[in-house]
Nanobody
Framework: QVQLVESGGGLVQPGGSLRLSCVAS????????MAWYRQAPGKQREWVAS???????NYVDFVKGRFTISRDNGKSTVYLQMNSLKPEDTAVYYC????????WGQGTQVTVSS
C-alpha cells in the first residue's frame, strides 16, 4: 500500500512562492503518473498538474506559467513549485497517482493572504 505525505505549505502573501513536496512510500513510484490536486473550502477537489514517469507535464489553465511540477524518482518525491501566488490559490494541496488514486494523504495547507 502506497502512503503519501505532503509538506511545504504555509501562509504567504500574494505574489509569493512556495514549494510543495510529496513523498511516496511503497509501490513503484517511478512508473506512476503523479499529480497534484487541491481542495478549497466548500469546493470539490480539483486536479492542478500532473507528470508522467518520463517527465511530461500538464497543467490546468489557471496555473500555467505560475506552477511547475517535477519529480525525483530516486527520492520517490513529487514537487510543486508555486510562484506568483494568488488568494484564490488558497486550498489544501494533495498529491496522488493520476487516474487510479491511492489512499489520500493529509494534504498541506496553502494560504495566500496579505
Amino acid at each position: 500500500q502506497v502512503q503519501l505525505v505532503e509538506s511545504g505549505g504555509g501562509l504567504v502573501q500574494p505574489g509569493g512562492s512556495l514549494r510543495l513536496s510529496c513523498v511516496a512510500s511503497g509501490g513503484f513510484f517511478s512508473i506512476y503518473t503523479m499529480a497534484w490536486y487541491r481542495q478549497a473550502p466548500g469546493k470539490q477537489r480539483e486536479w492542478v498538474a500532473s507528470i508522467t514517469s518520463d517527465g511530461s507535464t500538464n497543467y490546468v489553465d489557471f496555473v500555467k506559467g505560475r506552477f511547475t511540477i517535477s519529480r525525483d524518482n530516486g527520492k520517490s518525491t513529487v514537487y510543486l513549485q508555486m510562484n506568483s501566488l494568488k488568494p484564490e490559490d488558497t486550498a489544501v494541496y494533495y498529491c496522488n497517482r493520476l487516474g487510479a488514486p491511492f489512499s489520500w494523504g493529509q494534504g498541506t495547507q496553502v494560504t495566500v493572504s496579505s
